[in-house]
Nanobody, 113 residues
Framework: QVQLVESGGGLVQPGGSLRLSCAAS????????MGWYRQAPGKERELVAL??????NYADSVKGRFTISRDNAKNTAYLQMNSLKPEDTAVYYC????????WGEGTLVTVSS
């Protein structure tokens, strides 16, 4: 019904930057929220960033480094990640709320020298 396509993951050195994108398609009338969760080995999946209306939410660990934005016309969200740290290494999952929760397949971000 709703499909999410993620891109932008990869290998980056500490201090580097990446931009993730997530495009939603399918039976969409209005998206209530879009964002990313991430899961590192041995850890619970955690909220990274979420945008709904004019409001954004960030995990404390990424505030000041990550910025989420949304193109409503394209049903696409972007996560600009700057000053990346090894602790940011995780699989990042796009999240969309449109009637219910939908998840992308995940994209791996590896921060290593």
């Amino acid at each position: 019904q709703v499909q999410l396509v993620e891109s932008g993951g990869g290998l980056v050195q500490p201090g580097g930057s990446l931009r993730l994108s997530c495009a939603a398609s399918g039976s969409i009338f209005r998206i209530n929220a879009m964002g990313w969760y991430r899961q590192a080995p041995g850890k619970e999946r955690e909220l990274v960033a979420l945008i709904v209306g004019g409001r954004t939410n960030y995990a404390d660990s990424v505030k000041g480094r990550f910025t989420i934005s949304r193109d409503n016309a394209k049903n696409t969200a972007y996560l600009q990640m700057n000053s990346l740290k090894p602790e940011d290494t995780a699989v990042y999952y796009c999240y969309v709320a449109v009637g219910r929760a939908y998840w992308g397949e995940g994209t791996l971000v590896t921060v290593s020298s």
